[in-house]
């Protein structure tokens, strides 16, 4: 078959511009296969990706129409293949839930299709999306002249707020000018750095002290090594939960280094900042406020469907100044001065820009806060119960969670030959051991150049059963594998 499955002339005509009648039809469907993903989650969707190979069709699109319930088969099916983020038993990277009410949030920005960019085209509709970033920056105790972007994820947002943070200390791209990350600083900076013109060089890396958090004195150190070699420093990363390891850099003292120096602290809060909304995720996160700029990953720790980041940006004209263009003579009938609404066009890299802040709104107001808070708070106890169980697991080394990422691994045991190598493979054995379960997928990572395990319990549709299900899946894995009891 050439095309989308099921195209032919016996296949139900759906016409560019349906009527009342075919949309409802082509919904009602849609509808179905959403109610039969949902019921699927944790039951018998296992959540590691399925061997078997595809059978979506290839090839160029068909002269004719598809069935659309076909077509919703292929989808269901090849979604069905790949790694399921969105179940209970997902432990592995960040895993991202998908809430349904901003995937219903979606629906409703792409088919009103409205345009973002100028907010003299949509006021009312981006008036509610910087109602969420106001918000946000209140949140993270920024001052009045914050401004706030939502982004296609922290990615996006750090180019943003290096280019800012270029803009304001360096005056524009320098070849003197120095970054500060460390060895599990996300590679997004280093991305961002490369983008914005910077050499490999340009970004220094600072060592960890022992508990894998940047070194602040270390840091101190190395920045006025390059003051004295002739470099400009002028960014400091600190990174408000680690992707490696959930850890937490020294943001308070990071805070006053970097305004020793006139630097710009960028806080890499992608992972941690949902857990601001909490009262123990704000005492973890202190320092936070004082950072120049701050990404968040909304489809992280608020639960939202992936490309839905969030850039905070404590002086918002340094956004504007490092972003905005004059614009082409297209949009000489666009009033851009007069409303106090921001463009965010003038804010980030994207011209042609969708509704996105409805699928963050939207949630928010359905649920209310306080039922992030409390999801987020239930995560926070889940990581208490698993650091503690984990500890009871003989011969099983656990490193102290900050959030809600746990890593360890085995030491020693009847797995391997006792060397270093030998470690890594019995770990490595383990991790597939509880991959192979069908209950929980983790990952592995390496630690000053060891291989860890790694778990984090952050879906919104994790709960205790789930966490209770996968510390005995581990048990078991270390008992069958290395042999420890």
């Known amino acids: 078959m050439d095309g989308a499955a099921g195209a032919g002339p016996g296949a139900a005509r759906i016409p560019l511009e349906p009527d009342r009648e075919q949309t409802a039809a082509m919904m009602a469907d849609v509808t179905e296969f959403v109610l039969g993903f949902l019921d699927s989650l944790g039951r018998d969707r296992p959540p590691g990706p399925r061997p078997e190979p595809g059978t979506a069709p290839a090839g160029r699109p068909p002269e004719g129409p598809g069935e659309l319930r076909e077509l919703l088969r292929v989808v269901r099916d090849a979604t069905g293949r790949a790694h399921d983020t969105t179940g209970p038993g997902c432990y ?45 920056c209140r949140e993270f105790l920024l001052p009045d002249g914050a401004r706030g972007l939502v982004t296609t994820g922290a990615s996006a947002g750090t180019l943003a707020a290096l280019v800012a943070a270029r803009t304001t200390v360096l005056g524009g791209p320098g ?14 900076v280093a991305k961002a750095a490369m983008l914005a013109g910077f050499a490999p060089e340009q970004v220094r890396e600072v060592p960890v002290d022992a508990g894998l958090r940047m070194d602040a004195r270390a840091a101190e150190a190395l920045i006025e090594q390059d003051w004295a070699a002739g470099r400009r420093p002028f960014l400091l990363v600190g990174t408000a939960g680690a992707t490696d390891t959930g850890t937490i850099d020294p943001l308070p003292q990071l805070a006053d280094i970097a305004g020793r120096h006139g630097m710009w602290l960028h806080a890499d809060a992608a992972y941690g900042g949902g857990f601001q909304l909490t009262g123990r995720g704000r005492a973890l996160l202190a320092g936070v406020e004082r950072a120049d700029s701050i990404v968040l990953d909304a489809h992280k720790s608020l639960f939202l469907p992936y490309t839905t980041g969030v850039l905070l940006v404590r002086d918002g004209r340094a956004l504007r100044l490092s972003h905005a263009t004059a614009g082409g003579a297209y949009l000489r009938d666009l009033d851009r001065e007069a409303d106090e609404l921001p463009d965010y066009a003038d804010l980030g890299a994207e011209l042609s820009r ?36 984990l500890r009871r697991i003989p ?65 919104h549709r994790t709960h205790r059963e789930h966490v209770d299900d996968a510390v005995r899946i581990i048990r078991d894995a270390v008992r069958q594998v290395a042999g420890v009891r």
């Open 92 to 136: 592995a990277y960040f895993p991202g839930g998908g809430l349904v009410s901003s995937a219903v949030a979606e629906l409703l920005a792409r088919v009103t299709n409205r345009y973002s960019g100028f907010a003299s085209m949509a006021g009312e509709l981006v008036a509610l999306e910087e109602s969420v970033l106001r918000w946000l």
């Open 175 to 188: 070849a003197t000018g120095t970054l500060y990350v460390t060895r599990h600083t996300h590679h997004c």
């Open 354 to 389: 969708e509704w996105r802040g409805l699928r963050l709104w939207f949630p928010l107001q359905l649920h209310g806060v306080a039922a992030f808070r409390a999801a987020l708070d239930e995560k926070l106890d889940l990581a208490a119960v698993v650091d503690r169980e």
């Open 395 to 459: 011969g099983l080394r656990v490193l102290p969670p900050d959030l809600t990422v746990h890593v360890f691994r085995v030491a020693g045991g009847d797995g391997g030959d006792g060397g270093p190598v030998g470690e890594d493979e019995t770990n490595l054995r383990v991790l597939r051991a509880i991959n192979a379960s069908g209950r929980a997928t983790l990952t592995s990572t390496r630690v000053n150049g060891r291989i860890w395990l790694r778990m984090c319990v952050l879906n």
